[in-house]
């Protein structure tokens, strides 16, 4: 609708009389009328509505274009106000105007002279015509405001709902969020609600393997050093550490793995951050530091394996360094004999026979010729998009297991589902874990007594606790990590 407007003076008021009609204008409280220059055109014209051109009496004509405002029907009351103007302007129409359909309403306040270019234009203001009445009605004056528009939380979005799944990257470069990932859905909410559930009788179990694993690695990564040095003279002792975490219980950090990305003539780690932003010293972009900050805490959830394969499948026979699968089926399945619901924000623990196998089955040969093998295989869950898709929807903070790489290695390009059934596609799933979304991928973590623990009391739900290295810039670190029942 268009707006009515007078000299900026709150003292003026104006009468205006329309041949063969009776209009009425007051102001509280009465002030004199003083001219003074009157602010550019701000009229807002719509052809849609009924129109009348009113002019004030005795007056010169105005030199502005004349504002524009509503035909009003018989006995309505309007109320106008104006930022300047803090008096109530009370106008009473008695009887109809009457005005062509298509004809624009223009209203001249011929007291007014045109305004300087620079004058400062009256806001605008929104005049409601209530119902008819008798009695004035007050109006209030209401700010125009186009609406903020809010920031999308990729977080909460769908797997199928990601504008880009390959680049979900809600965090400025070097915030805390960018640097938290995944981890930022551990809200104190969240970890208090997993604790309050989870912990019960107060027991712990610890998740770290021995620093001393894998003794002799795969992937030239030399074995851990461990150096005791005495300090004045035997009085005490200080030691010194050497070791790859990548050989031992660890958190893959997000500095650890990048992926191809369409458009980029390189890869690219979480974030967009480069090889050679990690390889500059003075550049801590989701670094560690982050994750140790805040620690890696929330309500753990066991999917045991090895226990369901040994109870529900006897005839498979597996190797944990070797290229068996897991799908998701099977995982489903395992919640389901467990009595497991998922919660947002749950860290999932995979157990798949690794650290068992490797120290109670394997000899040195067998450990020598699996450091030695240029085509390592490591048994784990399947990589596919459907795999992909349940671990973003159930909205599982971190993913961790006992096996070398939790997903299968190598990525395999199919994966089988049986006679007569379609292949599904594989993907490597770190390329979109680590790079892509920000989630932890922990490996070679010992589930062994934990297993052992949830089967004794029925339950394979628990409290995490994990302080990762507080190192800027780090890559990965062990997990330290506790199970609290």
Same mark, same amino acid.
């Given at each position: 609708?268009?707006?009515?407007?007078?000299?900026?003076?709150?003292?003026?008021?104006?009468? !205006? =009389?329309? $041949? #063969?009609?009776?209009?009425?204008?007051?102001? +509280?409280?009465?002030?004199?009328? %003083? @001219? /003074?220059?009157? &602010?550019?055109?701000?009229?807002?014209?719509?052809?849609?509505?009924?129109?009348?051109?009113?002019?004030?009496?005795?007056?010169?004509?105005?030199?502005?274009?004349?504002?524009?405002?509503?035909?009003?029907?018989?006995?309505?009351?309007?109320?106008?106000?104006?930022?300047?103007?803090?008096?109530?302007?009370?106008?009473?129409?008695?009887?109809?105007?009457?005005?062509?359909?298509?004809?624009?309403?223009?209203?001249?306040?011929?007291?007014? !002279? =045109?305004? $300087? #270019?620079?004058?400062?234009?009256?806001?605008? +203001?929104?005049?409601?015509?209530? %119902? @008819? /009445?008798?009695? &004035?009605?007050?109006?209030?004056?209401?700010?125009?405001?186009?609406?903020?528009?809010?920031?999308?939380?990729?977080?909460?979005?769908?797997?199928?709902?990601?504008?880009?799944?390959?680049?979900?990257?809600?965090?400025?470069?070097?915030?805390?969020?960018?640097?938290?990932?995944?981890?930022?859905?551990?809200?104190?909410?969240?970890?208090?609600?997993?604790?309050?559930?989870?912990?019960?009788?107060?027991?712990?179990?610890?998740?770290?393997?021995?620093?001393?694993?894998?003794?002799?690695?795969?992937?030239?990564?030399?074995?851990?050093?461990?150096?005791?040095?005495?300090?004045?003279?035997?009085?005490?002792?200080?030691?010194?550490?050497?070791?790859?975490?990548?050989?031992?219980?660890?958190?893959?950090?997000?500095?650890?793995?990048?992926?191809?990305?369409?458009?980029?003539?390189?890869?690219?780690?979480?974030?967009?951050?480069?090889?050679?932003?990690?390889?500059?010293?003075?550049?801590?972009?989701?670094?560690?530091?982050?994750?140790?900050?805040?620690?890696?805490?929330?309500?753990?959830?066991?999917?045991?394996?090895?226990?369901?394969?040994?109870?529900?499948?006897?005839?498979?026979?597996?190797?944990?360094?070797?290229?068996?699968?897991?799908?998701?089926?099977?995982?489903?399945?395992?919640?389901?004999?467990?009595?497991?619901?998922?919660?947002?924000?749950?860290?999932?623990?995979?157990?798949?026979?690794?650290?068992?196998?490797?120290?109670?089955?394997?000899?040195?040969?067998?450990?020598?010729?699996?450091?030695?093998?240029?085509?390592?295989?490591?048994?784990?869950?399947?990589?596919?998009?459907?795999?992909?898709?349940?671990?973003?929807?159930?909205?599982?903070?971190?993913?961790?297991?006992?096996?070398?790489?939790?997903?299968?290695?190598?990525?395999?390009?199919?994966?089988?589902?049986?006679?007569?059934?379609?292949?599904?596609?594989?993907?490597?799933?770190?390329?979109?874990?680590?790079?892509?979304?920000?989630?932890?991928?922990?490996?070679?973590?010992?589930?062994?007594?934990?297993?052992?623990?949830?089967?004794?009391?029925?339950?394979?739900?628990?409290?995490?606790?994990?302080?990762?290295?507080?190192?800027?810039?780090?890559?990965?670190?062990?997990?330290?990590?506790?199970?609290?029942?």
């Amino acid at each position: 609708m268009g707006s009515i407007h007078s000299a900026p003076d709150p003292a003026s008021a104006v009468e !205006v =009389e329309v $041949p #063969a009609k009776q209009v009425q204008v007051e102001t +509280v409280p009465e002030p004199t009328l %003083e @001219a /003074t220059p009157a &602010p550019a055109e701000t009229s807002t014209k719509q052809p849609a509505e009924d129109v009348v051109i009113v002019e004030a009496a005795d007056a010169e004509p105005a030199s502005s274009e004349p504002a524009a405002v509503p035909a009003v029907a018989p006995a309505e009351t309007f109320i106008v106000a104006t930022a300047e103007t803090p008096a109530l302007t009370t106008v009473e129409v008695e009887a109809p105007v009457e005005a062509p359909a298509e004809v624009p309403v223009r209203t001249r306040v011929d007291d007014a !002279v =045109e305004a $300087p #270019a620079e004058a400062a234009v009256d806001p605008p +203001v929104e005049v409601t015509a209530p %119902e @008819a /009445t008798s009695e &004035p009605v007050e109006a209030t004056e209401t700010a125009v405001v186009a609406p903020a528009e809010k920031p999308v939380d990729l977080h909460a979005l769908k797997y199928d709902e990601l504008p880009d799944k390959r680049r979900v990257w809600p965090g400025a470069p070097g915030s805390r969020e960018e640097g938290l990932g995944r981890l930022c859905l551990l809200t104190p909410d969240v970890v208090a609600s997993a604790a309050a559930s989870s912990i019960r009788t107060g027991q712990r179990v610890a998740l770290n393997w021995d620093l001393t694993k894998l003794d002799i690695a795969n992937f030239n990564r030399a074995p851990t050093q461990h150096h005791i040095m005495s300090l004045l003279g035997g009085a005490g002792f200080d030691d010194v550490y050497i070791f790859n975490p990548q050989q031992s219980s660890q958190w893959d950090g997000l500095r650890h793995f990048s992926s191809p990305y369409e458009g980029s003539s390189e890869r690219l780690f979480y974030g967009g951050v480069t090889s050679g932003d990690i390889a500059n010293r003075s550049n801590t972009r989701i670094g560690m530091q982050h994750w140790a900050q805040e620690g890696i805490v929330g309500r753990g959830v066991l999917l045991d394996y090895v226990e369901y394969a040994r109870t529900h499948l006897p005839d498979l026979k597996y190797k944990a360094l070797s290229d068996h699968a897991i799908p998701l089926s099977v995982l489903l399945d395992i919640a389901r004999v467990q009595n497991v619901t998922f919660q947002r924000g749950d860290i999932l623990f995979v157990r798949i026979g690794l650290t068992r196998e490797w120290d109670d089955e394997m000899g040195p040969a067998d450990k020598l010729a699996y450091a030695q093998s240029k085509n390592p295989q490591h048994a784990g869950v399947e990589g596919t998009e459907e795999m992909l898709r349940w671990i973003w929807d159930t909205g599982f903070a971190a993913v961790a297991g006992d096996a070398v790489s939790f997903e299968v290695y190598p990525p395999q390009k199919e994966y089988s589902r049986g006679e007569g059934q379609p292949t599904v596609p594989g993907v490597f799933m770190h390329e979109y874990l680590l790079p892509a979304w920000g989630v932890p991928v922990g490996e070679l973590f010992d589930l062994e007594a934990l297993s052992r623990m949830c089967i004794a009391q029925k339950r394979w739900t628990f409290f995490v606790t994990s302080s990762p290295l507080n190192m800027p810039g780090g890559v990965s670190s062990p997990p330290n990590c506790l199970a609290i029942f």
